[in-house]
């Protein structure tokens, strides 16, 4: 997966439902492709094999349980996920946590199926701990600053910086994404400063007027 | 929805996963039009948008959750599934059990957003109490005879019959389907001679080494 | 069990753990011998064995896992209850909602292990339904007025007037209880001549400066 | 907290219920002034106040839920814990597991609180990340084995010494405990050698014939 990334989480919100969400899709993958830069998305579940199968960019899962095909109604397995050309997952998001032992074999079984595993963490500590499982991405997201309108690259720089450095020494291949707040170029450029290699966000661009040109914005400063 | 019907839930088999999924809804929509039979299907929730836009059966979402567009990442809405073109949901499978006051939320959300309810129960007592809510379908399933061998019209034929009678005095328009072990023709010919309007079935088709021949044989025994 | 009942949610406020959970016990206990009035308690589940053997009101346990004695660390059983001396136990609390299916069974069993039910529920519709598995007790509390300074029988009379009355023709033997920012004497006279054979209140009296003055006001006005 | 320890999960057994439960604590207590081996209970959570006012052996919780005091009926706090005189408490049991996120802010609020905190675990990727908390002691019980005959000492003595070897690296205050399957003198004896300063179980005593017999064998091998 190219660094720098732009993760856009498109969340539950109306904005994004039925065909908007592929309308949404579309317009990341235009920007991407004109400004080079890494867009991937991450649309509703039900979404998830409708927008898949007709846009090129990265596509991930919102969510997958530690569940194997067969019985689990309602449920979503990493094979169902990989059947849909979606190329991961995030897992362990703060609206919608999972036990630690979940985590460690989603983590394992993303590797052996090929996924691109992205865990969110909301503190150093936990970063560090799931630093252990080797994951792809962790995307630290202090959960008091989610959905807020001040960056946490500029109310709490400091976690970024850290989880950065700290990850480095137990997970050398896991690379650190940052969300909360993040909407805009100035954002991103400041999160690529403190050593992350992208963002995750949702509202900054699922909520905007025009969001071709939060994301144009976005590209720019990730470049 | 016309009934008698014949609800067929894919849950999270690797037989239905990916465009396999597709190619039995289409299987299905062949066999209704053929017999003239009535069938519907609920798919992975991640292949929702991708069948339904492919389809003109019935198509049902395997859950919902009790929650409002917006956040929630991860998480399925009433306006979400609506947004697909999916008619209605699976509500609290046996498998995805919700909590009372979540279904009585869901139901009376799926009359104003115009989505059809099939609540999933494991009782008399409990299609009673949520016979309260008048919901469009009730499926009574005893637990113990999910992917068993045994129809739930042979091994537990009174359950059957006393949930159609006490939930036709309760909420009269709500229809009442069964569902556990059904397998074939003569089991759903069993089910409408007990007073249920069809059948919720799950491995008995998706699983089946000629789903066509099932499903044939199926709407043969519903006319 | 006597009616009208006071019924004391301890929830888990600081106020009311340790030793200082039996005092307010002893009180409840002295007011109610005081003025004839049935008060009861539910203490924080692990004080709920401390507390029962050392008094004499009736003491309820503010949760019950639908789970059978045996392995379950961390979990509660109704047998596990009863052997506590306490009465019964509440049940689907608006902070520890249940399962439909959970709440049939522990309501059924609660009747064969002689233990009194008391299911709370959040509107009229849950309420109906409830009613479906006959528990002891029904106390209706609007999650909206819950912890707030106007009580229910103020804010929504009408909920509280109607819950009776439907109760009443589906299972005649429970009792409706109400709550939600129930404080003092004048709301419990209110709920009594709206229907209800009690209250279910929390920190009207746990988070009292002076509770026994608070529930002397309360049991003048059940009288 | 001395070590080598026998930590006896009561679980929810029928029986150690009521008195039951009680009677076991006064043995466990017996056995440990007798032999001088660290002999530790944590009983059902409704009897915890119950029987941790009654003997002088450390008592744990079984559970403990991340959630401040206030509201929260049914849930139980670390601040409740202290004040029953428990020292401390079980945390992610396999039968009770809690979110990453949970874990790490329950095990650091043991420290802010002065209670031992032992997390259990059931791997050693699980393991690893957990010790990143630094908890007081980590208890790895791979879930095959759990309630098993065979001992995690006998069936996979490896997982047991490398988990004391990697936890020793990254938190070398943090002590191994293994379970699952463990059972006599012979099983704790083979635990202290692989490293781990002691068992957790459960079934091998709430559940044998003569428990006193039980527990003098198992404190005979942690000698």
Chains 1, 2, 3, 4 share one sequence.
Not at 72 to 101: D, F, M, P, Q, Y
Not at 137 to 152: K, M, R, T
């Amino acid at each position: 997966m190219k660094t720098p990334i732009i993760l856009v989480n498109y969340k539950i919100y109306n904005e994004i439902s039925g065909s908007r969400g592929l309308e949404l899709a579309k317009i990341c993958q235009e920007v991407s492709k004109k400004t080079g830069v890494n867009i991937a998305i991450a649309p509703q579940m039900i979404d998830l094999f409708y927008i898949a199968e007709k846009i090129s960019i990265p596509v991930f899962s919102q969510h997958v349980d530690n569940i194997k095909p067969g019985s689990g109604t309602g449920k979503t397995t990493l094979e169902g996920i990989r059947a849909t050309k979606a190329v991961g997952t995030l897992i362990n998001h703060s609206e919608n946590r999972l036990k630690i032992a979940d985590i460690e074999n989603i983590v394992t079984k993303c590797k052996e199926l090929g996924l691109i595993s992205v865990v969110c963490t909301n503190n150093l500590a936990v970063s560090k701990a799931v630093a252990m499982f080797n994951p792809d991405f962790i995307a630290v997201e202090p959960p008091e600053l989610i959905g807020g309108d001040i960056s946490v690259t500029d109310a709490d720089p400091d976690i970024v910086k850290n989880t950065v450095k700290v990850i480095r020494d137990i997970s050398p291949k896991t690379k650190v994404l940052c969300g909360a707040g993040v909407k805009n170029g100035k954002d991103i450029k400041k999160a690529i400063e403190l050593g992350a290699e992208g963002v995750l966000l949702a509202s900054g661009v699922t909520k905007a007027k025009n969001p071709r040109e939060v994301l144009e914005d976005l590209a720019k400063g990730a470049i």
